[in-house]
């Protein structure tokens, strides 16, 4: 064999070499390599802002107590999918290029799915590539190309960041009024009404307690409540009572906030029945 047959032999063998490496090289041990979207540090992040077409704008602020949306509630939000959503700004990007100002329509990018900006850096969510399916994603001057795995969370409504905690973080229960029943503490012991001496104090903190803990399987909004019964909670340092209304469904019930209609779903209506607990 000619030996500039064989160097061009050998150089091809290299190649094919170098690809069989590439190709069999897990897609993490790849992307270690790959420069990162961003380079803010999840930590470092204390608010977000996130607009889409699923209804408001709206605004996460981080709190030492965790983190708090400001905008379109008032109301504490759901930390542990916020430490999800933050991976986004340390997600590799595979691919990088100036921002073809002329061809937005081309990446999405003319009519955005959605804008999210952590601290002063803003990202605006495009489409996806035609055959590897990344997501184009603009910031400032450049277009990155990301794996597409955060559309639930950029696309979600506000509603989805909400706690699902029925009450305010460490909240204290000082009465509770349902439709058939109610305990509230007078001279700092609890009583039940309609009064029951067969109950012990013990069974009325465990109700307290209970709605104090409380976790709904979903969080959503309600447009127009209807009339329905009502269920008035007051809180320790707070001067308005709360007002729930109460709506019972086949899977649970369902509880609407009266100040701001959001919705918690429960799975079952256990926290409706009376205290249970009998003096010993």
Known sequence: MPKRAMVNLLLLLVVIALGLVVWLTPEKD??????KLTNLSPNDISHIRISNNNGPTFTLERSKNGWWMSQPY????????????????????????????DRLAEFGLDKPRATMQFNSTEMIFGGTHPYNYRRYVQIGNQVHLINDNFPHHFLAAAEAYVSHSLLPHEAKITRISTPDWSIQKVDNRWQLTPENGDISTDALVRKIEDWQTTW????????TPGATPQI??????????????????DNGIRLTRADNNLSYTLPNGELLQPPAGTVE
């Open 30 to 35: 790849q992307a270690q390599n790959l420069a």
């Open 74 to 101: 008032r109301i504490a939000a759901n930390t542990p999918r916020i430490d999800i959503l933050l991976d986004i700004v340390a997600t590799p990007s595979h691919e990088q290029f100036p921002l073809p100002k």
């Open 216 to 223: 709904a399987a979903q969080v959503s909004r309600v447009e």
């Open 232 to 249: 008035t909670i007051a809180l320790e340092g707070s001067q308005q009572p709360m007002t729930l209304l109460l709506e019972k469904r």
